[in-house]
């Protein structure tokens, strides 16, 4: 799961979900090829602070090149389906297409991008030189704030031959906005264009794995950081701040849902406050950002020795993390991984106890498709990155996830972090 401390001061007070808005021993995993696993953490945290230099130096942004071929593809893909182009607003789609950053509001900012022909930028026309300095499209149709912002956009859809035709509208345009559209061009058919952006995204390529690795590598160094530095009372906004603050350190942002002991049974988080004392489970969810990217790890350890309920439930969740890694593969339907590790949870006598998905797509976003989980029957394909999250939530006693992300590979799933071999204790 993806949580995010927003802030140092208040790691704690925020759920999953809002937070998003702002393995089994590699031996044991056939189908998966997996990184070496992590060292001890009892190696203590000042040995770990010591090397806390940047590790984003030398990362680079995507080349042009790689935006201009997305753009050919769109193209391609907008041609197969008969539909003469799309109207995005500021998204991560836009993102992914175009490097285009540029914040959403009540004033209409739309770039349209033909299946034919040189791709336009609807601005407010205060906002022209802001928006030019960050977009790679030099034709602009501004609109001044006494003006309806629609018959620009009207009137590159004629231009474009598409007024009378068929157009895509990026899958999370506010309906304002689509009211707004359909108003000023009322013949123009608009469709869904999540069909085609989805299946852009969806499958990674080598430079977009990497940035996750990068990522990854930041999140599972500042959870040693922070894990190495706890002792008995330590709060979870400590932790929670610990994490953060290492991130920092390491050249990004982000941070982590931080939950101790009976609070651990809520998956996204509750008001409710635990320190850490010996035996209980300490539940560590989140991630960081590099160019872009997402990573998304959880992490659950003990203070000292773990009692023997903490130790079996995570043996159960740490096969079952196992059971889909060796699932997962190419051509396999999502909701077969998530049955493969559920099994095991079932089999165990927890099944009532696993309230969630096994895992989600992630990328440029937290989590999108492909969602591994009952009922989906679409099938991986290599390129795909998801997370593998089975999990165990008992409450008013315990709670139990282990998470890590994989890439889907011709041959299997390749587990892109370091999962634990067995239950680590601090």
Not at 77 to 86: C, K, T, V
Not at 204 to 210: L, N, Q, R, T, Y
Not at 266 to 273: D, I, L, M, S, V
Request: proline share 6%.
């Amino acid at each position: 799961m993806d949580s995010r401390n927003p802030t140092a001061a208040e790691p704690r007070n925020v759920n999953r979900r809002a937070f998003l808005a702002t393995l089994g021993a590699a031996a044991a995993l056939p189908a998966c090829r997996s990184m070496p696993l992590h060292s001890d953490s009892s190696s203590g945290a000042a040995s770990l602070a010591g090397s806390m230099d940047s590790l984003l130096a030398g990362v680079k942004a995507l080349e042009r090149d790689a935006y201009r071929v997305r753009l050919d593809r769109l193209r391609s893909l907008l041609n197969e389906e008969g539909i003469d182009g799309i109207l995005l607003e500021s998204s991560t789609n836009l993102s992914y297409l175009t490097a285009i950053g540029f914040g959403r509001s009540e004033r209409l900012f739309l770039v349209w991008i033909p299946a034919w022909g040189e791709p336009a930028v609807v601005c407010p026309a205060f906002e022209e030189s802001r928006a030019r300095e960050g977009s790679p499209f030099t034709t602009f149709r501004i609109w001044q704030e006494h003006e309806d912002p629609y018959q620009r956009v009207a009137e590159l859809l004629a231009e474009s031959n598409a007024r009378a035709g068929r157009i895509a509208l990026e899958p999370t345009t506010r309906y304002f906005v689509v009211r707004g559209v359909a108003r000023a061009a009322p013949a123009i058919t608009a469709v869904d264009g999540a069909k085609i952006l989805d299946a852009m995204r969806t499958v990674k390529s080598p430079a977009e794995v990497a940035f996750m690795r990068k990522a990854i590598e930041v999140t599972e160094k500042s959870y040693d950081v922070a894990f190495a530095a706890v002792k008995e009372g330590t709060s979870e906004s400590e932790f929670g701040a610990a994490v953060s603050t290492a991130m920092a350190r390491l050249g990004t942002g982000g941070g982590a849902l931080v939950l101790f002991g009976p609070n651990a049974a809520y998956p996204h988080g509750t008001a409710k406050h635990e320190p850490v004392r010996e035996g209980i489970p300490l539940l560590c969810d989140g991630g960081t950002d590099v160019q872009g990217y997402k990573s998304d790890i959880t992490r659950t350890r003990v203070l000292w020795k773990p009692t023997a309920k903490v130790a079996e439930v995570w043996n159960v969740v740490h096969e079952a993390q196992a059971a889909g890694f060796r699932t997962a593969g190419p051509g396999v339907p999502c909701q077969e991984v998530d049955r493969a590790a559920r099994k095991v949870i079932v089999d165990a006598g927890y099944g009532q106890y696993f309230t969630h998905r096994l895992g989600h797509g992630i990328g440029m976003e937290g989590h999108e498709a492909p969602y591994l989980v009952e009922g989906n029957t679409r099938l991986l394909e290599p390129g795909n990155t998801t997370t593998v999250e089975p999990g165990i939530y008992i409450p008013g006693e315990l709670g139990v996830r282990i998470e890590d992300m994989i890439l889907i590979t011709e041959n299997g799933c390749e587990v892109l972090s370091h999962p634990p071999a067995k239950l680590e204790s601090i």
